[in-house]
Structures are given as structure tokens and as C-alpha cells.
């Protein structure tokens, strides 16, 4: 176990539908990460905040927002959700107090869109 | 155990025998490179880093190998068990202290016959 909570594990929605997926990073831990695994595109940086702001973007698509709350939770929303969406989506945690650290890896979202 | 080239997606094993799993990373500012195994379902677990300033690294069984001249970076296992069986990600990260904003190769398939 990680210490990296996901929900939910699953979530099936038709397209076009908003969904809203949610991490809770490691305790301490100050930086959430937010990663899509598809088939077809590996491990895809999406985005990361660190103590509630926006640090570093990759590769995330316009109707794809995150947030990360005063708890340091982070919630990550999809919407006008299309059928190549459908992937597993990881949170990951890590203190990034300095020095060099590896990011702990949550359980996945595994999203399906029909 | 056998020497893989360069991104191939499999390898079989026996057990007991050495693997050695290859990547080669895409830039040369890279300065943290890690190996992770991800078991089919869960997400990806941290198994060794290596920095920049470092041509080999050990650990319990494993011991990555990084050579900066080619930009390639390898993991050996040791006594290759059948719990080794995963895939395995190798990553770089050239963000200095965001640890988690990391740029994964496409991965390794690792089999292990009893």
C-alpha cells in the first residue's frame, strides 16, 4: 500500500458526461501528480500541483481541469468525456521538500466511456 | 538470464535466472531516472533511482545501471522470482526537485517460468 488513495476505482459514463475523479495523497506529502495510462500512449503526464497551485503542466487536453484543495486533496475533472478517454488514470504523491524523492503511486482510476 | 535489446515489450525468464530489462531515455538534461513494476491492476510501484551524477546503483536484487554517453539505462534483477513478473517502467525526470513529473518509457514485459 502506497499511502495514495484513489476514488473510484471504477466508473463507467456515456460520452459527453463530466466526471470527477479523486486522490488523497500520502500524509506530508505536499505534490499530487496526475498520470492517464492507455493502451496505446503508456504513462502520460498530465498535470501537477503543489500545495494547492498549478506547478507543471504535460500533456493534458483542454476539458481536463485539476485542482488541489487546502487539505491537499486533489480532484481531477473530465468532462465532455470521448470513447479514446477511456484509460487508467493515477495520482501520485511525493513530499518535494528538495532533493530528490520518488512519486508513490495510488491505485488507479480505471474509466471507461461508452 | 538473457541481455534484451532496446524496447523490446517481453521478456521470458526462468526462475533463478538474472534479467536484465534495457531503456533508453530521451534527454540528455535528464538528472533522476527511475525503475518502477507495475503489477497487472495496481499502479506503479517504486523499485530503484539512480541520479545523474551516479553510474550504477544497488539494491536488494536489483541494481540499475545508467551510462550517460549512450542515454541508456538498464535494471538487472537477480534470482528472478516468479513475483518479478510485472511490467517494468523506466523514467527520467528533468525537472530537478518536481520528482513526479516523469517522462516513462513505454515498458517491459517480464515473464518468469517456474
Known amino acids: 500500500d502506497s499511502g495514495v488513495t484513489q476514488t473510484p476505482k471504477h466508473l463507467i459514463t456515456a460520452t459527453g458526461q463530466r466526471v470527477t475523479l479523486r486522490c488523497s495523497p500520502r500524509s506530508g506529502d505536499l505534490s499530487v501528480y496526475w498520470y492517464q495510462q492507455s493502451l496505446d500512449q503508456g504513462l502520460q503526464f498530465l498535470i501537477q500541483y503543489y500545495n494547492g497551485e498549478e506547478r507543471a503542466k504535460g500533456n493534458i487536453l483542454e476539458r481536463f481541469s485539476a485542482q488541489q484543495f487546502p487539505d491537499l486533496h486533489s480532484e481531477l475533472n473530465l468532462s465532455s468525456l470521448e470513447l479514446g478517454d477511456s484509460a487508467l488514470y493515477f495520482c501520485a504523491s511525493s513530499p518535494d521538500r528538495g532533493g530528490f524523492t520518488e512519486a508513490f503511486f495510488g491505485q488507479g482510476t480505471r474509466l471507461t466511456v461508452v | 538470464g538473457e541481455s534484451v535489446g532496446l524496447h523490446l515489450p517481453t521478456l521470458s525468464v526462468q526462475e533463478g535466472d538474472n534479467s536484465i530489462i534495457n531503456c533508453a531515455y530521451s534527454?540528455?538534461?535528464?538528472?533522476?531516472f527511475i525503475w518502477y513494476k507495475q503489477e497487472s491492476g495496481k499502479g506503479p510501484q517504486f523499485i530503484i533511482d539512480i541520479r545523474s551524477n551516479m553510474d550504477k546503483r544497488q539494491g536488494q536484487r536489483v541494481t540499475v545501471l545508467l551510462n550517460k554517453t549512450v542515454k541508456h539505462l538498464s535494471l538487472q534483477i537477480a534470482a528472478t522470482q516468479p513475483g518479478d513478473s510485472a511490467v517494468y517502467f523506466c523514467a527520467e525526470n528533468k525537472d530537478g526537485g518536481s520528482q513526479g513529473n516523469l517522462i516513462f518509457g513505454k515498458g517491459t514485459k517480464l515473464s518468469v517460468k517456474p
Open positions: 534527454n540528455s538534461a535528464s538528472d533522476y
